[in-house]
């Protein structure tokens, strides 16, 4: 189902005001939904450079059990709230199946994060859902094993999938991850579905955020995923990687002109 050779024309994801397939969108929002004001601050924000997706993390997939897992219900609250009031659309990771029905109610999009791609039960029940679902890259999973991961959610019925590559696990410790731009031109030629690069959780690091960027839309992804956070030194999460508010502006001047006609971004 995934295949161009099933359906050869691009499956369009709409979502609120944003459009995946249409023209170069930017997916931007902290790692972490950490409080009303760090939402609203965020969300205003991006809203006013023209961002119509904003993202935050409810249930944190963290290393240490110990670490801050997210505000759950709260947190989407939260979310739900920001993007309301300032006319975006709202994505969040579900990372659990019982949450699926919680996270539907206040979220526009369920991602589905790469820790989760096999989760073979969570991509049955966000397929349930009819929900659109933003289907992260495994940290180590070939693009065949992406792709019947998105597979598994088409085959419930629900064809509102885009594809996430964000990095894989390599020897290379100067980034985060390695950013695999072949594996996202290959999710564009051969499945009909929307791809976005995450190109915060590929580099985990500021300075490469917008030549990925450009790459990735120079090479005609639908979308550009990064993290924003109105204090990152603060954050709860990834403080390391996500963008403060004049660095995002850089980062926006620096890709500006593979992102128009601004009015689809
Ligand atoms: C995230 O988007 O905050 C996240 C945890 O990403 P990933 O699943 O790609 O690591
Ligand atoms: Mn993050």
Redesign the pocket.
């Known amino acids: 189902l995934f295949s161009r050779e099933t359906r050869p024309e691009d499956t369009r994801v709409k979502v609120r005001q944003a459009v995946f397939g249409d023209g170069p969108l930017l997916i931007a929002g902290p790692?972490a939904i950490e409080s009303e004001e760090q939402m609203q601050r965020t969300a205003e924000f991006l809203a006013s450079r023209g961002v119509k997706v904003l993202?935050g993390?409810a249930y944190?997939?963290r290393t240490s059990p110990y670490a801050f897992q997210g505000l759950g219900v709260e947190g989407l609250k939260l979310g739900r709230a920001a993007a309301d009031r300032h006319g975006m659309a709202f994505v969040t990771?579900v990372m659990d199946t019982r949450d699926v029905e919680v996270v539907s109610e206040y979220a526009d999009i369920l991602?589905v994060?790469?820790?989760n791609m096999q989760n073979f039960a969570l991509l049955r029940e966000v397929g349930r859902s009819g929900q659109p679902v933003l289907l992260?890259r495994g940290l180590s999973a070939t693009v065949e094993e992406w792709f019947y991961a998105a597979e598994y959610v088409l085959s419930q019925g629900n064809d509102q999938v885009i594809l996430?590559e964000?990095g894989i696990r390599t020897y290379e410790k100067w980034t985060r991850n390695t950013l695999d731009l072949s594996g996202a031109v290959l999710a564009k030629q051969l499945t009909h579905l929307p791809v976005v690069v995450?190109v915060t959780?590929a580099a985990g690091r500021i300075d490469l955020l917008a030549p990925l960027a450009r790459a990735a839309l120079a090479a005609g992804v639908d979308a550009v995923h990064v993290e924003v956070h109105p204090n990152p030194k603060v954050a709860m999460s990834?403080n390391n990687q996500q963008m403060d508010f004049a660095q995002f502006d850089a980062f926006l001047d620096a890709v500006r002109d593979l992102l128009e006609p601004a009015k689809t971004r």
Request: proline share 6%; net charge positive; glycine share 12%.
């Open positions: 790692c993202r993390g944190k997939p990771e991602q994060g790469a820790r992260k996430v964000r995450d959780h990834d």
